[in-house]
């Protein structure tokens, strides 16, 4: 075991650094960069398209893409080594994940050649920025129960419907969306996957106002939407099969993503300079306890995403441990902003960016860390996927197997 | 970045697996509970003339020269095996305490002993229910002699060597006793996993010599806990993925509701999060045998999250085990109990989870300072 570079790693390591040395001002100890929030400000969007340009002008953007659509050719580990390396610079917020990290490998697989050449590169530049269109009101973790329609007119397609939890919609160029194209097949069979552009008429975008205020989401409603079959990404009704690969992608992307907000440390500071019976609640023995724990769930995690890395190291896939990160990292999170605003007693009850503590940063992340326990795969979702794709256990019995989609019982209020 | 185990380690361990498949199956376990015998005899003489006990002891002192992570590979199939033999005591207590702080001469009368079984090494440490705490221990070093009772020892029914925790004026020292000695009384406990026994130990005037220094005495005792702590880790998670093995197996085969159980949610769900917890306990595990290998100032944090984190996952493990079994796993006869047993056996061995968190926050706010 050793948790140095290898002699190539180290050599890679260096380049990163020497070129963000030039281009960007490191962070200094304590500083952090600012979260998503900020990202539907016009201003975040520029400086971030900005820094991407800068990016992909010296060949590091999308690294893992290969040398044709601008990227380097990258392996898995080089990739990991970037985002260490560019996590300690002040960065604008990344809005292109979505594009960068799902739909741009999506249509790399299922895409047509004139769709790679037209989509890949100004993706990778940041120069057009996409949404995710897949989430509807009554297909969450049921995906594949989506409703929205298209409807084959001439040349073009003609979708009607309604998406929701679309991040960024508002100042997206492109989205890419499933639709229903067969109600008289099974569920999974009637589904054919699009390229949108988000300027089309008919299309109305509304932002989600969500529990703490912010509006990252946005619903997006379908009127005769016209989208040219040209812009159809894999064959008529056999969407399902590029929209998995489009979600393999999203958990992997969110369980690798850093979080950011307060960390252990700052749970500890907080913990020595808050009291609880007249003491440091740090000398409070139930503190303690609970102290530990989330510094140990923590380390564990920590500790597994060096054992995935160290197989994408040695030019592996990672093992079945790389899944669990998502289902550990959203609800520690959410127990240690809990856990924290209890300590501040009756100011805990603060979000005051004046007068609570910390400027309400634990505020912040306890009403943040409840949707990331939802995006890409609720927790109960990702137990099934642990319980089938890795421990080998026997998928849900299914009631909807075999029914025609339009058939698929809907509950009384879709009726 | 390389956090895993190199090739020939993975190799090392496959073999113990193989080896304990065939030679240690759970019937022999079940074997030594059910008998007076302390310990397979057998199983520890095969385990001796394959070299594990001297994994990590030098060529020099009769062992096979390898490291840590070595032992560690072995200690989690020992654990997987719940084999019924003292390596705990022997290996990652006495021989760990004399590689630490032996004189070149006590190395050369014990450690070749133990590397080849012909001696059963142990420690002897607590005297009271609770925390075994420097501060409360009572035995007393003097003169070449020890005078004390300790108890529960682990292996002190059998072991013909223990290291042992006392007083010496004001110092916290160790001291080496041959429990042929005289002066040393032996009196069996009944263990709540009978597979691994406990004793009660009196010295009177027992002869004994200093093992290390009275300066240094507090530190080393801490430091042989820590070392074990990280062993016991390896056969806590080795135990625990057995335990989760044996149960996903039993809940593929077993049908109610016309359908195997494995299929429902709310199994699926626990099985699930079972995974989680292990595979957690399991990257702790190993970042403590790295922490271990490497001699690390990190080894005293990194102790305390692999033994906590291990010690929880074994217990929730066996418990689910039985819960998942149903009526079955609360019969004598199936063998959910052997885990259920074995998990607080190690579990108290070197004080609890609880103990451990607190440890490690204490020893965070040090780091701190």
Same mark, same amino acid.
């Given at each position: 075991?050793?948790f *140095?570079?290898?002699?190539?790693?180290?050599?890679f390591?260096?380049?990163?650094?020497?070129?963000?040395?030039? *281009?960007?001002?490191?962070?200094?100890?304590?500083?952090?960069?600012?979260?998503?929030?900020?990202?539907?400000?016009?201003?975040?969007?520029?400086r971030?398209?900005?820094w991407?340009?800068?990016?992909?002008?010296?060949?590091?953007?999308?690294?893992?893409?290969?040398?044709?659509?601008?990227?380097?050719?990258?392996?898995?580990?080089q990739?990991?080594?970037?985002?260490?390396?560019?996590g300690?610079?002040?960065?604008?917020?990344?809005?292109?994940?979505?594009?960068?990290?799902?739909? #741009?490998?999506?249509?790399?697989? !299922? #895409?047509?050649?004139?769709?790679?050449?037209?989509?890949?590169?100004?993706?990778?530049?940041?120069?057009?920025?996409?949404?995710q269109?897949?989430?509807?009101?009554?297909?969450?973790?049921?995906?594949?129960?989506?409703?929205?329609?298209?409807?084959?007119?001439?040349?073009?397609?003609?979708? *009607?419907g309604?998406?929701?939890?679309?991040?960024?919609?508002?100042?997206?160029?492109?989205?890419?969306?499933?639709t229903?194209?067969?109600?008289?097949?099974?569920? !999974?069979?009637?589904?054919?996957?699009?390229?949108?552009?988000?300027?089309s008429?008919?299309?109305?975008?509304?932002?989600?106002?969500?529990?703490?205020?912010?509006?990252?989401?946005?619903?997006?409603f379908?009127?005769?939407?016209?989208?040219?079959?040209?812009?159809?990404?894999?064959?008529?009704?056999?969407?399902?099969?590029?929209?998995?690969?489009?979600l393999?992608?999203?958990?992997h992307?969110?369980?690798?993503?850093?979080?950011?907000?307060?960390d252990?440390?700052?749970?500890? !500071?907080?913990?020595?300079?808050?009291?609880? !019976?007249?003491?440091?609640?740090?000398?409070?023995?139930?503190?303690?306890?609970?102290?530990?724990?989330?510094?140990?769930?923590?380390?564990?995690?920590?500790?597994?995403?060096?054992?995935?890395?160290?197989?994408?190291?040695?030019?592996?896939?990672?093992?079945p441990?790389?899944?669990i990160?998502?289902?550990?990292?959203a609800?520690?999170?959410?127990?240690?902003?809990?856990?924290?605003?209890?300590?501040?007693?009756?100011?805990?009850?603060?979000?005051?960016?004046?007068?609570?503590?910390?400027?309400?940063?634990?505020?912040?992340?306890?009403l943040?860390?409840?949707?990331?326990?939802?995006?890409?795969?609720?927790?109960?979702?990702?137990? *099934?996927?642990?319980?089938?794709?890795?421990?080998?256990?026997?998928?849900?019995?299914?009631?909807?197997?075999?029914?025609?989609?339009?058939?698929?019982p809907?509950?009384?209020?879709?009726? | 970045?390389?956090?895993?185990?190199?090739?020939?380690?993975?190799?090392?361990?496959?073999?113990?697996?193989?080896? $304990? +498949?065939?030679?240690?199956?759970?019937?022999?376990?079940?074997?030594?509970?059910? @008998?007076?015998?302390?310990?397979?005899? /057998?199983?520890?003489?095969?385990?001796?003339?394959?070299?594990?006990?001297?994994?990590?002891?030098?060529?020099?002192?009769?062992?096979?020269?390898?490291?840590?992570?070595?032992?560690?590979?072995?200690?989690e199939? =020992?654990?997987?095996?719940?084999?019924?033999?003292?390596?705990?005591s +022997?290996?990652?207590?006495?021989?760990?305490?004399?590689?630490?702080?032996?004189?070149?001469?006590?190395?050369?009368?014990?450690?070749?002993?133990?590397?080849?079984?012909?001696?059963?090494?142990? %420690?002897?440490?607590?005297?009271?229910?609770?925390?075994?705490?420097?501060?409360?221990? /009572?035995?007393a %070093?003097?003169?070449?002699?020890?005078?004390?009772?300790?108890?529960?020892?682990?292996?002190?029914?059998?072991?013909?060597?223990?290291?042992?925790?006392?007083?010496?004026?004001?110092?916290?020292? $160790?001291?080496?006793?041959?429990? +042929?000695?005289?002066?040393?009384?032996?009196?069996? $406990?009944?263990?709540?996993?009978?597979?691994? +026994?406990?004793?009660?130990?009196? %010295?009177?005037? /027992?002869?004994?010599?200093?093992?290390?220094?009275?300066? @240094?005495?507090?530190?080393?005792?801490?430091?042989?806990?820590?070392?074990?702590?990280?062993?016991?880790?390896?056969?806590?998670?080795?135990?625990?993925?057995?335990? %989760?093995?044996?149960?996903?197996?039993?809940?593929?085969?077993?049908?109610?509701?016309?359908?195997? =159980?494995?299929?429902?949610?709310?199994?699926k769900?626990?099985?699930?999060?079972?995974?989680?917890?292990?595979?957690?306990?399991?990257?702790?595990a190993?970042?403590?045998?790295?922490?271990?290998?490497?001699?690390?100032?990190e080894l005293?944090?990194?102790?305390?999250?692999?033994?906590? @984190?291990?010690?929880?996952a074994?217990?929730?493990?066996?418990?689910?085990?039985?819960?998942?079994?149903?009526?079955?796993?609360?019969?004598?006869?199936?063998?959910?109990? $052997?885990?259920?047993?074995?998990?607080?056996y190690l579990?108290?061995?070197?004080?609890?989870?609880?103990?451990w968190r607190?440890?490690?926050?204490?020893?965070?706010?040090?780091?701190?300072?």
């Amino acid at each position: 075991m050793d948790f *140095n570079d290898t002699p190539e790693e180290a050599v890679f390591r260096a380049q990163v650094r020497a070129w963000l040395d030039a *281009n960007a001002e490191r962070l200094k100890p304590g500083e952090r960069n600012p979260g998503l929030e900020g990202r539907t400000d016009p201003g975040a969007i520029k400086r971030a398209q900005e820094w991407q340009a800068k990016k992909a002008d010296a060949g590091w953007a999308c690294i893992t893409w290969p040398k044709e659509y601008g990227g380097r050719g990258a392996t898995a580990i080089q990739s990991v080594i970037w985002n260490q390396e560019e996590g300690r610079y002040k960065t604008p917020p990344n809005i292109f994940g979505i594009g960068q990290g799902m739909l #741009g490998p999506t249509i790399m697989v !299922h #895409g047509t050649e004139e769709q790679k050449q037209r989509y890949i590169r100004p993706m990778l530049r940041g120069a057009e920025i996409w949404c995710q269109l897949f989430s509807e009101p009554s297909a969450g973790s049921d995906l594949a129960g989506l409703r929205t329609s298209a409807v084959r007119d001439g040349d073009d397609w003609v979708i *009607n419907g309604q998406k929701i939890w679309t991040t960024g919609a508002q100042y997206c160029k492109w989205g890419m969306i499933v639709t229903r194209t067969d109600p008289n097949a099974e569920k !999974h069979k009637g589904i054919t996957y699009f390229i949108v552009d988000m300027q089309s008429p008919g299309i109305e975008i509304r932002p989600i106002k969500q529990i703490n205020g912010t509006s990252a989401f946005n619903e997006v409603f379908f009127t005769d939407v016209r989208v040219p079959d040209k812009n159809r990404v894999g064959a008529v009704n056999d969407g399902w099969r590029g929209a998995l690969t489009t979600l393999m992608n999203e958990r992997h992307s969110i369980a690798g993503g850093g979080a950011g907000g307060p960390d252990f440390r700052d749970l500890l !500071h907080l913990a020595r300079t808050t009291n609880l !019976h007249g003491r440091p609640a740090f000398e409070d023995s139930a503190v303690r306890q609970q102290l530990a724990r989330l510094y140990i769930r923590g380390k564990g995690l920590q500790y597994t995403a060096y054992r995935t890395q160290t197989a994408l190291s040695r030019g592996q896939t990672p093992g079945p441990e790389s899944s669990i990160g998502k289902l550990v990292g959203a609800p520690l999170r959410q127990e240690m902003a809990s856990f924290a605003v209890d300590l501040q007693g009756p100011a805990g009850a603060l979000i005051d960016r004046q007068a609570a503590p910390e400027e309400g940063v634990w505020q912040q992340m306890y009403l943040g860390t409840p949707g990331l326990r939802l995006a890409g795969g609720t927790d109960e979702i990702l137990r *099934n996927i642990i319980a089938e794709r890795v421990l080998g256990l026997p998928p849900e019995i299914r009631v909807d197997k075999g029914l025609a989609f339009k058939d698929v019982p809907t509950g009384p209020k879709a009726q | 970045m390389n956090f895993d185990f190199s090739d020939d380690q993975k190799l090392l361990r496959k073999t113990a697996h193989d080896f $304990l +498949s065939e030679h240690a199956p759970l019937s022999l376990c079940r074997a030594v509970l059910e @008998s007076d015998a302390p310990y397979s005899d /057998t199983l520890w003489k095969s385990v001796a003339e394959l070299g594990w006990l001297g994994t990590a002891i030098p060529e020099e002192y009769g062992g096979a020269g390898f490291g840590h992570l070595e032992l560690a590979a072995i200690a989690e199939e =020992i654990g997987h095996a719940l084999a019924p033999i003292p390596f705990a005591s +022997s290996v990652y207590f006495a021989t760990e305490a004399i590689l630490l702080a032996g004189s070149p001469a006590q190395k050369q009368a014990y450690l070749p002993q133990l590397a080849a079984g012909a001696r059963i090494g142990t %420690f002897a440490h607590t005297e009271q229910a609770g925390e075994a705490d420097l501060g409360s221990i /009572t035995a007393a %070093f003097t003169n070449g002699t020890l005078t004390g009772i300790k108890w529960p020892v682990a292996d002190g029914d059998t072991a013909h060597c223990a290291v042992v925790t006392a007083r010496q004026g004001a110092d916290t020292v $160790l001291a080496l006793v041959d429990l +042929s000695a005289r002066g040393v009384t032996r009196k069996p $406990l009944r263990s709540i996993d009978p597979s691994r +026994s406990l004793a009660e130990l009196r %010295f009177d005037a /027992t002869p004994a010599e200093l093992l290390g220094d009275a300066a @240094s005495g507090a530190a080393t005792v801490q430091k042989i806990m820590d070392r074990a702590a990280v062993l016991l880790a390896f056969e806590q998670l080795g135990g625990a993925t057995r335990a %989760f093995e044996i149960t996903r197996e039993y809940c593929l085969s077993r049908y109610a509701f016309g359908r195997p =159980i494995a299929s429902f949610q709310a199994i699926k769900h626990r099985l699930a999060d079972l995974y989680v917890e292990i595979e957690l306990a399991r990257s702790n595990a190993y970042y403590g045998a790295w922490a271990l290998s490497t001699d690390s100032p990190e080894l005293p944090v990194a102790a305390c999250g692999a033994r906590a @984190s291990a010690s929880d996952a074994f217990a929730l493990a066996s418990q689910e085990m039985i819960q998942l079994h149903g009526g079955v796993g609360y019969t004598w006869e199936f063998d959910c109990h $052997l885990f259920y047993r074995r998990a607080k056996y190690l579990g108290a061995l070197l004080g609890s989870a609880h103990q451990w968190r607190e440890q490690l926050v204490q020893r965070l706010a040090a780091e701190e300072q």
